[in-house]
């Protein structure tokens, strides 16, 4: 399996600020990534050193072999479109059509058109005045009909209808499926690009929590569910990530996977056992660390 983007002890630091801390990732060719994390964690300083638009302040990254910062041949290799993406105050879709395929070598018009069409973007509007939906359906026209073997879409999704949201959906599998790429998408609509993603990648205060297939990576923890001491019993001391009580009903997220072990205990004690969603994961993973149950159940005494 080749890597596409390879990122070797990436740190960045603003000031005091630390966005990105020692974060280590192989992103293989042809793969769509989810980049996900909460406020804050890291996903557009990343996306915006792989796209050579930043460079880190420690550490590697190679997009296509190559360092892209002030690289040319591969920033023309690189599509970057972002939630905040700013046009001169004239420009309406027509000026973005025209120059895009300059700096895009594999730009498909029919593909532009189509979204254009489907999207339902204004032609003649400024691109200044659209609504913050028809900006992200601009940047979603940029993002597919670029064709570039490394495509990264900063939350693509902002305000974006759901009819849209489909829209997108469709074609952007119908694209990889007829000129795969290397795909990084960051979104906070987890659910909803859940069924895209091949992997997921988890940052939580500039830190790789999770890296790894999206499935392996729902596997990596479970959900109990029940009266708290039983939940306690069923966990046996497995690190909990986030916690829920309510009264003497408690919900977790654990690290680990369910094991056959874990499931027999559970069911002798009346604990429901569920599969983490990636909303969940993401979730557990940006929670601040839980109370142990013991003191719940100390201070519920
Ligand atoms: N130019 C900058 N100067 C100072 N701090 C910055 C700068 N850019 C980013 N940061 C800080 O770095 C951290 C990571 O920011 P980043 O934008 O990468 O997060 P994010 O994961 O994309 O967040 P969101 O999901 O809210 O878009 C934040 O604490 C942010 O305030």
């Not at 296509?64 to 690189?78: K, S």
């Not at 990264?152 to 489909?166: C, F, I, M, N, Q």
């Not at 039983?230 to 408690?250: I, N, Q, Y």
């Not at 599969?275 to 142990?292: I, M």
């Amino acid at each position: 399996m080749t890597t596409a983007i390879d990122i070797r002890g990436v740190s960045r630091r603003f000031g005091r600020v630390t966005a990105l801390d020692d974060v280590s990732i192989a992103m293989p060719e042809h793969s769509l990534v989810g980049l996900l994390g909460r406020n804050g964690a890291g996903k557009t300083t990343l996306m915006s050193i792989i796209a050579g638009q930043d460079r880190a302040s420690e550490g590697r990254i190679a997009v296509l072999g190559h360092t892209p910062f002030e690289h040319g041949p591969t920033l023309r290799q690189i599509i970057y479109v972002r939630d905040n993406q700013r046009y001169p105050d004239d420009y309406r879709l027509h000026h973005v059509l025209r120059i895009a395929p300059a700096f895009a070598p594999n730009w498909d018009a029919d593909v532009a058109d189509e979204l254009v069409d489907g999207l339902r973007i204004p032609a003649k509007t400024p691109l200044k005045k659209l609504s913050r939906g028809q900006l992200s359906s601009v940047a979603i026209v940029l993002g597919l009909a670029s064709r570039a073997p490394v495509t990264l879409l900063d939350e693509p999704y902002l305000g974006l209808d759901v009819t849209a949201r489909s829209l997108f959906h469709t074609i952007l599998l119908r694209e990889i499926a007829a000129q795969p790429r290397t795909i990084v998408l960051s979104t906070h609509l987890i659910e909803e690009s859940a069924s895209l993603l091949d992997r997921v990648v988890i940052l939580d205060h500039g830190k790789v929590v999770v890296d790894d297939e999206t499935e392996a990576a729902r596997d990596s923890v479970v959900l109990l569910s029940g009266n708290t001491d039983a939940v306690d019993r069923v966990l046996s001391g497995r690190p909990v990530l986030e916690s829920h009580t309510m009264g003497a009903m408690t919900s977790v997220t654990a690290a680990g996977a369910a094991d056959d072990s874990l499931r027999a205990l559970a069911d002798e004690l009346g604990v429901q056992v569920a599969r983490a969603t990636l909303q969940d994961l993401v979730s557990a993973h940006g929670a601040e660390t839980p109370e142990p149950l013991e003191l719940k159940k100390a201070i519920r005494v």
